[in-house]
């Protein structure tokens, strides 16, 4: 009895000291109230109406250590407002949640949060944050900041050395928050860091030397925007030495240089992105040898073969790779001429002009061929080469000049060369090299002049030739020794003339086509007329370009005007063209600018719940006006504003700020403040075409029905016959699918993305382009060659047809191997009547009286789908054929009724008159009993109700 009377003194006092210690701090209650009042949506917390919010019961959201705050946990709440600028007087502090809700204004001072281990700020709006936010947070090991407008738009903010002292930091996540300035130092240093994500911000430079042997495993530097340099930059070698490294990121960047060759040393890395970056040069074999579970090499400037990945998910398009099959190598003389590349530091200009496992096809810059497509010459003086010459070079051999003249050579000249058999003049002069000198047969004459490590003797160098201009000067007409070459006999005399300059043709881009047809009579004319002087056959070269130009340039000019100027819809950076002012393209689209401010409040700040969906570069969301008016706003994601995502912004506006059509989808505006980059759409409501055949279940829609099939797809071949051969300029869309195909109310369909579209060659020609669109709906011979023609779309609307026909998705890898390609596959079903049908859609009603037409839809696309171009027919053949299948017009008798009792087969004159007696009307103006038996003009100012405002 005694013992349980002692137990319960023992409670009561318990208890009493709880409620002593339980009654929460002054201080943390005062700040919690103000937090409360800050906010417009305060309701939500649902805080009782007491003053002690660690209870008991404690406030909700609200967790308490004594009478102390510990942690704040709101997220994901929507609380709109900003937070207290005495924030961190929350001194016990421990864990903060505050993620993914909308708080603004400036972000509070974190400094003097000693015990704060877990911050998560993300998915706010906070607009600014203080210099001293990350001083004393000595105790930190997670910070979140994503996707928050920090500090003003121009200038950005620098991560501070205070973070230094956070020794226990595990992970950093500060993507999108427009962190700017170069990568810190002392990041590197940091020996608990294991996840560094900084993505989507406005970072330059290379990454420190100090990550060398960095615990990191997570790295995520993709996407930066901003500055002169445009993102990141510099080579990776640092990367190969983080034995940790599970995720690396850097895509969207201007990384350059090799991949390291001991990266394959990386046995934890699974996944590696270097997408859109200027890499060069060979991908290392041990790259190949890891199993990855993502690699991305797309968009650079690797060369060389393909390796055979282990890895299922490789994707390396659009390289300058010699081969387009994994496995196979590449010719010796190109492997030779890649390794010299390598030496050489891979010059820009030489890696965009050197593509193909042929060295004699296409423009390779400064190499002549012989009539037995060998190389003879390797003519690259004044190129600004530097580094060292490779002895892979003896390998060509049939080379007998080399001119390497005023460069940055340094190093030997490699013994192996005085292998090559046919060499008879080598000019060095003008650079660095080192002795000794290989001994050169007497016959090679060697020009060593300037350079002043070499001790060359007179017998050994002799006056240079006259090498001509350069090769971005000049073009060669060489002479060669004894050949045949299309039954024209020559041979080679002795002669002392000097041998003849280099000539050059300069030839714009859209008259390449016509210059290669005009290529073999020029040359027999320049052979005529130098006949006397010149005994060997001639060689013309034609390049399609000026090869000093960067490979944008290429892309973007399509097309002379009648002026012989080039018509481009690209250039240089936008990032850099905008700094200074508008787009000379931009500002001739009319009064189409629309203020960010505006696009704000219709999107709700661009709220997550107005987002109608997500593209390569950006995100669609839906805004809608005080008066009702609905719009489709893509703002494109601030840490994609690369060169290619600006070249199709700009695209889209110069496109549909110029071209109208009822099955195009109408730009309304756009928005260029700051790193802002916004396009303004006619709203679509029913979304894209892809939604409606593919995900209409998950969705709850009603799948299409046959009628609303063919419709649409007349739609869209209307739309393309007007890109095609009605608008003021031939168009090519490029990426024309199912997801740019957007349908309204009335499931009338309209095309939209026009971010790759390209202006049209006159006639059949074809224009040489970076690959661009989408697998599964690519032109065969565009995705090979690169060559793009009108029939690229009639491909692809092709493939469209047999998605309408199907419901299957164009390219679809988890169906069995044979169907994956929906192309190929219907290609082979659609000629037998019981694999037709068994292919239609099943959310098809398909009755007999309907499939008739279901056949001739198929076999058009059938022949829109075909191999060669020239068996494609235009898009004015489909729009014919698919008419006849929409149900036409029928009058309705009522409204023959309304106008019973007129005698349409009197004269217009006689009929008006019958009609105005019967209505007591005054027609003044009509002289019916004019002599000439017509109606007379209309008095001036009389509107002209009988002709159209398009002159039709």
Known sequence: ???????????????????????????????????????????????????????????????????????????????????????????????VGLQKNNFTGNLPSFSGLSRLRYAYLDFNNFDTIPSDFFRGLDGLEVLALD?????????????????????????????????????????????????????????????????????????????????ASHGMSGTIDVVASMSSLTSLWLHGNHFSGKIPKNIGDLASLQELNLNSNDFVGLIPDTLATIHFK???????????????????????RTNSFCQNDPGLPCAPEVM????????????????????????????????????????????????????????????????????????????????????????????????????????????????????PLLNSNKSSATAPPDNGPSPEESMSLHNNSTSESAGLKTHTKPSKKKRPKLVMFVVPVATFGILIFMAFPLSIYLCKKRRNSIENPTSLLVHPKDLSDSDNLVKVVVESNNQGSASTLTGSSLGSRYSSGMNSHITDTGNMIVSVQVLRKVTNNFAPENELGRGGFGVVYKGEFDDGTKIAVKRMEAGVTSGKALD????????????????????????????????VYEYMPQG???????????????PLSWKKRLNIALDVARGLEYLHTLAHRSFIHRDLKSSNILLGDDFKAKISDFGLVKLAPDGEKSVVTRLAGTFGYLAPEYAVTGKVTTKA????????????????????????????????????????????????????????????????????????????????????????????????????????????????????????????????????????????????????????????????
């Not at 996707?147 to 999108?176: C, E, I, R, Y």
């Not at 990454?207 to 060398?212: G, K, W, Y």
């Not at 002009?353 to 190499?367: I, M, V």
């Open 336 to 451: 030779a001429l890649l390794e010299f590349l390598d030496g050489v530091n891979y010059p820009p200009r030489l890696v965009s002009s050197w593509s193909g496992n042929n060295p004699c096809d296409g423009p390779w810059l400064g190499l002549i061929c012989n009539a037995n497509r060998e190389v003879t010459m390797i003519n690259l003086p004044k190129f600004n080469l530097s580094g060292n010459l490779s002895p892979s070079i003896a390998n060509l051999h049939s080379v007998s000049e080399i001119l390497l003249s005023s460069n940055n050579l340094t190093g030997r000249i490699p013994a192996s060369w005085v292998n090559l058999k046919s060499l008879k003049l080598l000019d060095v002069s003008g650079n660095n090299l080192s002795p000794p000198i290989p001994r050169f047969d007497s016959s090679v004459k060697l020009n060593l002049n300037g350079n």
């Open 1 to 95: 009895m005694e013992a349980d009377q002692i137990k319960l003194t023992v409670a009561l006092c318990m208890c009493l000291v709880s409620l002593v210690i339980s009654t929460t701090d002054p201080n943390d209650l005062a700040i919690l109230k103000q937090f409360s009042k800050g906010l417009s949506n305060a309701e939500v917390l649902k805080w009782p109406n007491n003053d002690d919010p660690c209870g008991p019961p404690s406030w909700p959201h609200i967790f308490c250590t004594g009478n102390r705050v510990s942690q704040i946990q709101v997220q994901g709440l929507n609380l709109k407002g900003p937070l207290p600028q005495n924030f961190n007087q929350l001194s016990m502090l421990t864990n």
């Open 294 to 316: 993502s690699l991305d090499l797309n968009n650079n400037h690797f060369m060389g073969p393909i390796p055979r990945f282990k890895g299922v998910n490789a994707s390396y």
């Open 648 to 679: 199709e912004f700009e695209a889209e506006i110069a496109v549909l700020s110029k071209v109208r059509h009822r099955h195009l989808v109408s730009l309304l505006g756009y928005s260029i403040e700051g790193f802002e980059r916004i396009l």
């Open 793 to 952: 779309d009639v491909f692809s609307f092709g493939v469209v047809l047999m998605e309408l026909l199907t419901g299957l998705m164009a390219l679809d890898e988890e169906r069995p191997e044979e169907s994956q390609y929906l192309a190929a596959w219907f290609w082979n079903i659609k000629s037998s009547t019981e694999k037709l049908k068994a292919a239609i859609d099943p959310a098809l009603d398909m009755k007999e009286e309907i499939f008739e037409s279901i056949c001739t839809i198929a076999e058009l696309a059938g022949h829109c789908t075909a191999r060669e171009p020239n068996q494609r027919p235009e898009m004015g053949h489909a729009v014919n054929v698919l008419s006849p299948l929409v149900e036409k017009w029928k009058p309705l008798k009522d409204e023959i009724e309304e106008y019973c009792g007129i005698d349409y087969s009197l004269p217009l004159n006689q009929m008006v008159k019958g009609w105005q007696e019967a209505e007591g009307n005054d027609l003044s103006f009509v002289d019916l009993e004019d002599s000439r038996g017509s109606i007379p003009s209309r008095p001036a100012g009389f509107a002209d109700s009988f002709t159209s405002t398009d002159g039709r």
């Open 147 to 227: 996707n928050n407008p920090l500090l003003n738009k121009t200038a950005g903010w620098l991560l501070p050395v205070d973070l230094q002292n956070s020794a226990q930091l595990a992970n950093l996540s500060l993507m999108d928050c427009n962190l700017a300035g170069v990568l810190p130092d002392f990041l590197g240093q940091m020996s608990s860091l294991e996840v560094l994500k900084l993505s989507f911000n406005r970072l330059s430079g290379g990454i420190p030397v100090t990550f060398q042997g960095s615990v990191v495993r997570i790295l995520w530097l993709n996407e930066q925007s901003g500055g």
């Open 688 to 702: 894209a075409l892809s939604r409606h055949l593919f995900h209409w279940k998950n969705l709850g829609l009603e």
